[in-house]
Nanobody, 124 residues
């Protein structure tokens, strides 16, 4: 069983940057895709982006493409979400998730392990 722990959230001004980390314990993530999702108050959890096994392929939601970048470490124990040019609408709890397969997916049902989330607040 793998456990996921996110970190790096916080309060940032519009236009600022944050880098979220997701560290796995229990076993390495090297044979699975990983995804990032977010949930704002009163809204459903939404897809942010995902990365394939070995980091060959990445996919992003239209709302973050060009501003957010997903990467992973070579050891297969961590994934990262670099968030630039943050906007107030990016405010949410951000979750990382372990995919069921090798390819990135936008569907929450394709992920079988989730972290506890980290709060990102974009405000002046």
């Amino acid at each position: 069983q793998v456990q996921l722990v996110e970190s790096g959230g916080g309060l940032v001004q519009p236009g600022g940057s944050l880098r979220l980390s997701c560290v796995a314990s229990g076993r390495a993530l090297s044979s699975t895709a990983m995804g990032w999702f977010r949930q704002a108050p009163g809204k459903e959890r939404e897809f942010v982006g995902a990365i394939s096994w070995r980091g060959i392929t990445t996919v992003y939601a239209d709302s973050v493409r060009g501003r957010f970048t997903i990467s992973s470490d070579n050891a297969g124990h961590a994934v990262f979400l670099q968030m630039d040019d943050l906007k107030s609408e990016d405010t949410a709890v951000y979750y990382c998730a372990k995919g069921l397969g090798l390819s990135p997916s936008r569907a929450p049902s394709e992920y079988d392990a989730w972290g506890q989330g980290t709060q990102v607040t974009v405000s002046s």
